[in-house]
């Protein structure tokens, strides 16, 4: 890899960064690239040849690690290859050439409804002077009108996706854009909606709990337990009155798993069991159907009684 060099000595020379690298591309690239990217920069003012094995000692990083690196910065146009070589390419120029054809939309479409719906203005503004210290950078502007437009997010609701992202520390536009999917999934628009999801997910969270301590479970329940969770809250519409009832029918059995237990309340949910006292009244009739059948058996001696109908959840029902 050649790299090009000025007249400067290194005793009296500066590596010099812009702006916009701080408020662009260091919040977004990962320490390891970072650093690469940095000692490239370096590098650069030097000509003198250098092989990515020698980067890979000289910087104590894995090979594969550098050639991510480069693959990194060169997808993000800071590295030009050329020939056998790299050209370090000037920042500002490339965020210049991000935003040129965009302002001209922006110009044409965009600062035209922004200028006419104050509120989403002043939001952005509340963005950056509390979440970025008043200098965020300028695709940021771009982003988030382009959100606005997606998912339709009343202002409150994208302060608020910046005030989740910024108290996890992970205000970086990844993280932040799948954020904003996931709501966008959940049909959040308004700050009432986002703020009914999160007292679900305060549900949820809360009967997973009183799952696990009904159950003995001192351990994480897995992906595909939680997943089992929430078809029962959110796709059958069960309360943990209805669970509770389910979870009760395990004490019969050795090593309970939730599969056991998603087959008992699948097969209310079925039966169009709405609530508690449906099943309840189920499981009585239930109970007391099974008992004629006994009372039949005995009396006839008939023991072929054909009971398919009745006996195929009668182990999940013992404890009725």
């Not at 500002?92 to 991000?98: D, G, I, T």
């Not at 949820?204 to 709990?209: E, L, Q, R, T």
Request: contains cysteine; charged residues 30%.
């Amino acid at each position: 890899m050649k790299l090009e060099q000025n007249d400067l000595s290194m005793l009296f020379s500066y590596t010099t960064l812009p702006d916009i690298f701080f408020s662009e591309y260091l919040t977004q690239a990962p320490g390891d690239y970072i650093k690469v990217y940095l000692y490239i920069l370096f590098l650069s003012k030097y000509n003198k040849e250098i092989k990515l094995n020698d980067l890979s000692k000289k910087i104590a990083l894995p090979l594969n690690t550098i050639q991510d690196a480069i693959k990194y910065w060169e997808e993000n146009n800071a590295l030009i290859k050329k020939g056998t070589g790299y050209i370090v390419n000037h920042l500002q120029e490339v965020e210049l050439n991000k935003l040129y054809s965009p302002k001209i939309t922006i110009s044409k479409e965009t600062v035209q409804n922004m200028e006419k719906d104050k509120s989403r203005s002043n939001a952005i503004e509340s963005i950056n002077s509390t979440f970025f210290q008043g200098i965020m950078s300028p695709s940021w502007y771009s982003d988030i009108d382009l959100w606005f437009k997606k998912y339709q997010f009343d202002e409150e609701v994208m302060i608020a996706l910046f005030r989740y992202c910024f108290d996890k520390s992970a205000l970086h536009r990844n993280y932040v854009k799948t954020v904003a999917e996931a709501w966008h999934n959940n049909n959040i628009k308004t700050f009432a909606e986002l703020d009914e999801y999160y007292e679900n997910q305060e549900k949820v969270k809360k009967i997973k709990k009183d799952i696990c301590k009904k159950l003995g479970l001192t351990r994480t329940l897995t992906q595909y337990e939680e997943a089992y969770i929430e078809k029962w809250l959110q796709d059958y519409k069960y309360n943990f009155d209805i669970i509770e009832i389910a979870l009760k029918k395990t004490t019969s059995k050795t090593n309970p798993n939730f599969d056991y237990i998603d087959k008992i309340i699948t097969d209310w949910h079925e039966r169009n069991l709405l609530n508690s006292e449906d099943v309840k009244k189920y499981l009585l009739e239930f109970k007391n159907k099974t008992k004629q059948v006994k009372q039949l058996e005995k009396k006839t001696n008939y023991q072929n009684y054909d009971q398919r109908n009745i006996t195929d959840f009668e182990s999940f029902y013992a404890n009725s």
